[in-house]
């Protein structure tokens, strides 16, 4: 057997099992161009919006179909936790609502003064006539100087009340005024009064619960809509802090949404307040508020546009998120300048800013919240006044302005008003250390500022500890 010379004689040229070229086309059939891929395209959106549905449940998101099923058990896990979060913050937002709404008086106290006269002038009497003497010959016709004088009545016959610390003209329904100095006194007053208890701390619970989700699903929808009409290119201001163009569109989302809303604000404010027990409440729940508020008070358009409704409105959902929105970038050039904080690059330096930002805030939002909600509580049309738990001032309100100015300049902010405590405590009051948050009722604008700026220290720490991560609000106590 002969050695070939070279390897290569003994390969073989195999035919090829895949060819290039397309297959042949008969001539009867006519010619299809062959099928072209699309090109894939990428759309960028500026910042996602979250969804309490799908973070909770993120394989809704998934493609292949919604499953019923899992989308029930997720809308209920959501509702289940909303409702426990406001559970938990409503006995302070119920004690901060009744210390706005309120009355304190300046001459709250002046009662003490002129009750001691009359108790001197009773004993004497009495004294007088346990002696006996001349008691068969005394005129009943000229005994006026012997009894006290007859306290004016209205035309129904009720005795006028003159000072808000009589007892003797106060409802059993209304909690004596400068029983709490703070929220948590106001809560514990609130819980042992007799006609509303512990339970009354959760009232307008379910209103509430309304309000924060509807509020919290129609704000981005609603911001989405606003820009995708007015600026579908426009930067958002989370990233470029100095475009001051792009707050227009977030906080013209949260004034639309505040003011769709406002309703449930004003029943939520209405439920809070009016007194908890069945024989002097005026309604039953959020439906019986809302049918006898637009039977009794003008209406629909009284419900959104009556000035003392309309206004206060306007300037809270205006304010609020203007100063959320775009006190913190210029907080933050002013804090660290030369650097850009952010969430993800310094979230202990941003926790600061925002902190700072809230406190700031608090100061400039909370009068006009106040005057809010004693306006709210006012009644129109024909509508019955409510009989509130609290002390209310028993002429109206002609309006926002007319509301501070008689805040300001006819209530005390001393709280608590301590009674009985002899007249040397009386001249120490009257002479010194008053200060204008004292003497005025500067203090009463600013009811609730405590706890809130508690709550905000306490977001700052967590969220300093957990090192920031997510979108970390503050929390609105």
């Given amino acids: 057997m002969s050695n070939p010379s070279s390897l290569r004689d003994l390969y073989g040229t195999n035919p090829p099992t895949w060819s290039f070229t397309p297959p042949s086309i008969p001539t009867g059939s006519p010619s299809r161009p062959p099928p072209q891929t699309p090109s894939p395209s990428y759309t960028f959106s500026s910042r996602p919006v979250q969804n309490s549905i799908f973070e909770l449940s993120p394989a809704l998101a998934e493609p292949g179909g919604l499953d019923l099923g899992l989308l029930f058990k997720t809308l209920i896990a959501s509702a289940v936790l909303g409702y426990t979060t406001t559970a938990i913050a409503m006995p302070w937002e119920v004690g901060k609502c009744l210390l706005q709404v309120q009355w304190v008086p300046r001459d709250a106290e002046q009662v003490e003064d002129s009750d001691e006269p009359a108790t001197e002038e009773v004993a004497e009497e009495i004294s007088d006539d346990e002696s006996g003497e001349e008691s068969y010959f005394t005129d009943p016709l000229n005994s006026a100087s012997r009894f006290p004088v007859p306290r004016p009545a209205d035309e129904r016959g009720y005795v006028v009340r003159k000072n808000v610390m009589e007892e003797s003209t106060r409802p059993d329904y209304v909690i004596p005024v400068g029983s709490a100095d703070g929220v948590w006194s ?47 290119t426009l930067v958002p201001l989370y990233i470029f802090p100095g475009s001051s163009t792009s707050l227009v569109i977030p906080v013209a989302s949260h004034l639309i949404t505040g003011f769709i809303l406002s309703p449930l604000d004003l029943v939520r404010t209405r439920l809070i307040v009016q007194s908890f027990n069945p024989q002097y409440r005026t309604y039953t729940g959020p439906i019986d508020a809302l049918r006898k508020i637009v039977r009794d008070e003008g209406g629909v358009w009284g419900l959104y546009l009556h000035p003392h409704l309309l206004i206060p409105t306007l300037l809270d959902n205006t304010i609020r998120p203007l100063i959320s929105l775009g006190l913190p970038p210029l907080l933050a050039g002013r804090l660290f300048p030369g650097t850009l904080v952010s969430m993800e690059s310094s979230p202990v330096a941003w926790g600061v800013v925002e902190f700072a930002s809230s406190c700031i805030g608090l100061l400039a939002t ?23 738990c609290v002390e209310k001032r028993p002429i109206p309100y002609n309006g926002v302005v007319d509301a501070l100015w008689h805040i300001l300049t006819e ?22 250390d008053v200060g204008v948050w004292r003497r005025t009722g500067l203090g009463q604008l600013y009811r609730g500022l405590g706890v809130r700026l508690g709550a905000g220290a306490i977001v700052f720490v967590l969220g300093a500890i957990t090192g920031g991560g997510g979108e970390a609000g503050w929390a609105e106590l």
């Fill in 366 to 388: 909370l009068p006009f919240e106040t005057v809010r909600r004693r306006l709210e509580v006012q009644v129109r049309g024909r509508a019955r006044p409510l009989k509130t």
């Fill in 186 to 232: 106001m809560m514990k007053k609130l819980g042992r009064f007799r006609g509303e208890g512990w339970l009354a701390l959760w009232k307008g619970l379910l209103t509430e619960c309304i309000t924060e989700m509807l509020s919290s699903t129609m704000q981005p929808l609603i911001h989405n809509a606003l820009q995708s009409i007015f600026a579908p």
């Fill in 411 to 432: 209530e005390r902010s001393d709280l608590p008003v301590e009674r009985g405590r002899g007249k040397e405590k009386g001249k120490e009051r009257e002479g010194g």
